[in-house]
Each structure stands twice: as C-alpha cells, then as structure tokens.
C-alpha cells in the first residue's frame, strides 16, 4: 500500500543534499566566509516553505509502485524532490526581486536581509546551479541521467517564458487592460506554474522508476497542465473572494495590476461603462479604487462564473482520469491525489 510522506521526514534528507552542496563548493577551495554564506542561503531559501511539490515526488512514487519505500528509494525520490524545491527557490529569489517584494514565508525577502541586497541575484544562480551538481552527484549512473538533465533544463526555461510573458503583460506601474487576454493568460498559468509545479514532479516520479515512456510522459502532460491551470484560477479565484484568515494572506491582486482570470473574464463581459470603470479603477495602489473592482466583479457574478467553470473543467480531469492507460505502469490514483488536495480548496 503506497505511503504518504511527512514533510519532517522530506525535511530530514535536507541535511545530506546541503552536505554535499557544501562539500563540491569546498573542492573548489571556496574561502570560509564564502561557504557560511552559501550554506545560510541553502538554509533560508530551500528550507521552510511547504514542500507540497517536492513531497509530490516520493508520494507519486510510492503510488506507482503501490507499496512504501525502501530507505534509498526514498532518499533517491525525496532528493529529487529537493530539487524541485530548489528551483522554487530559484524562482522565488529571482521572482521577489523583479517584483521589488518585501516578505516572504513571514519574514523579509532574502535581497531585504541585512547585507544581502543584489547578492542575491548570484544566490539565485546557485540555488539553481545545486540542481546539477546533486543531479550528477546521485543520478550519475541512472539510466535516465540525461533525461533527468533536460528535463530540469526544459521546465526551467518553460517557467521563464511564462514569467516573461507576465511581466510585460502586467507591469505594476503602467496600467493597459488593452494588453490582458485570456490567451495570454492560459500562457502565463501554464508555463510559469502549472509545468514545474504539477508535470514536473509526476515526471520526475516516472524517470525514477524507469517508466517515462512516451505515452505516460504524455498522459501526464495532458491531465496535470489543465489541473495546475485550475489549480491557478482557483488561486486568483481566492485572492478576491476567499477569506484571508482561510487564504492565510490579504489578496493584492487587484492593487498589483495582475493579469488574473477574473479581470479576464470581467473584460469578456462589461459593457462599455463597466469598462472604464475598469480602466479607472484597475491596478491603482488604493484600498477606495480597489473596492469598486471588487463591487464590479459581485455585479458581473464573477462567483457563480468560477463555479460554473470549477465544475466543467474538474468533470473533464475526472474523465481523463477514467481514461488512463496503465499498462505501461501509470496509476490514476497519481492524479487522484493531486486533484483531492485542491478541488474545492479555500486556502
């Protein structure tokens, strides 16, 4: 029977990674107070937050192969799960500073830290260059070592695309709603979240096992794409009408000038005076203008809109779920975890 991991016991294969991440930076003589400062960026940036998606691999593992797993099973799974938490890192470090962020996880950004300011931009280059280096160090022999590596190299450049495409389509401080389309928006979701956040780690799972073939690489691809665009909507869904004691956070989407799904779809409908309502009110740094959005998107029903939309497109994934093939070691209950943490979430 598969086994679900606890984030103490993800968190306790940490130490190995960080030891060896260490240990290669040593090799090539790096100065002591060089390596505090690494070891310390490893420590805040990797560490602390959630861990959904890098638990997702060894739980996706154990649900292939229907049993718990063996010590170095995993340790291999778990490991590779760091390295999606790695490159959330990555991304994260990056992100705060484009985004001129002031906290996160509930303490200042890493660039905010004292002493740290643009260091960090180089502390993001690490962050992703450790991906490698723990890929070569305990993947070396694997027969899907190369794979592994490109496909590292391929859901980093996806996520880069889309976060291209976000930050020239909402820039925070010019306001053109004229740049917003929902086309655009499907790109942004899909490349900048749902490839690293919901393929990757099932992908990961796969080449673990030795059981990316085409086809299940392909299935994956076909059901976690929509459900990590869902699981997005979802998200810009609670960041309007969500309640922060549940969400945890107060939503800033509106304020922020993001190009979300429901101004998407508020754009789809208003009238020509709901519009420049719109146009007025959208992406202005003030709590007053703020409440005419929010007024705007009760009057268009934008509520009943998402529901509508939640229902239709989780009866899909449940049907595409139905229709696996797994003959070729592929588990619908992979997908049926994934879809049971999010569908009617509120936080």
Known sequence: ???????????????????????????????????????????????GGKCNRGMSVPDSVSVLLGRALSEEEYFQSASLGWMTELLQAYFLVSDDIMDSSITRRGKPCWYRQEGVGMVAINDAFLLEAAIYTLLKKFFRSHPCYVDLLELFHEVTYQTELGQLCDLLTAPEDTVNLDNFSIDKYSFIVIYKTAYY????????????????????????????????????????????????????????????????????????IVTPEQRKILEENYGRKNKDNEAVIKKLYNDLNLEQRYHDYEEKRVGEIRTMIANIDESEGLKKEVFEEFLSKIYKRSK
């Open 197 to 268: 956040s919901f393929y990757l780690p099932v992908a990961l799972a796969l080449l673990q096992l030795n059981i990316a073939t085409p086809k299940n690489l392909k299935t994956a691809e076909d059901i976690l794409i929509p459900l990590g665009e869902y699981f997005q909507i979802q998200d810009d869904y609670l960041d309007n009408f969500g309640l922060p004691e549940h969400i945890g956070k107060i939503g800033t989407d509106i304020m922020d000038n993001k190009c979300s799904w429901l101004v998407n779809q508020a754009l789809a």
């Open 1 to 47: 029977m598969a086994q679900k991991t606890t984030l103490k016991e993800f968190e306790s294969i940490f130490p190995k990674l960080e030891a060896a991440l260490l240990d290669h930076a040593k090799s090539y003589k790096l100065p002591q107070k060089e390596l505090d400062w690494y070891k310390l960026s490893l420590e805040t940036n990797a560490v």
